[in-house]
């Protein structure tokens, strides 16, 4: 007989699941806002001027590429656990970590 007091498997997957959609559309909703930034601040630069490092274009064009990374990361993690069963690494450590971790990034 099961134990009443603790979840199914089914219903943690379920969970987990839920907590990377989550944080899966929310990386995408950042990537493409940092998109559409970085081309909108691309479009109103004049031509033939290089940005300077600290040059609004050259700032959002990092911040795209550091969305997209982490866009990427988080769907090749949702991906294994959807597709594969697969829990992410950092969400057994957290686990470990009493959940602390896991709780503080929502």
Known sequence: MPNAERPSLSLMRQDLERDWRFRFVMARERYQ?????????????????????????????HEESEALAEYTRILKLFTGLVLYGRIPEEQLAAQANGGRDWQTAH
Not at 37 to 55: I, M, Q, S, V, W
């Open 33 to 61: 806002t940092a998109s559409r930034r970085y081309r909108k601040l691309l479009r109103e630069k004049p031509e033939g001027l290089t940005p300077r490092h600290d040059d609004p274009v050259a700032i959002a064009r």
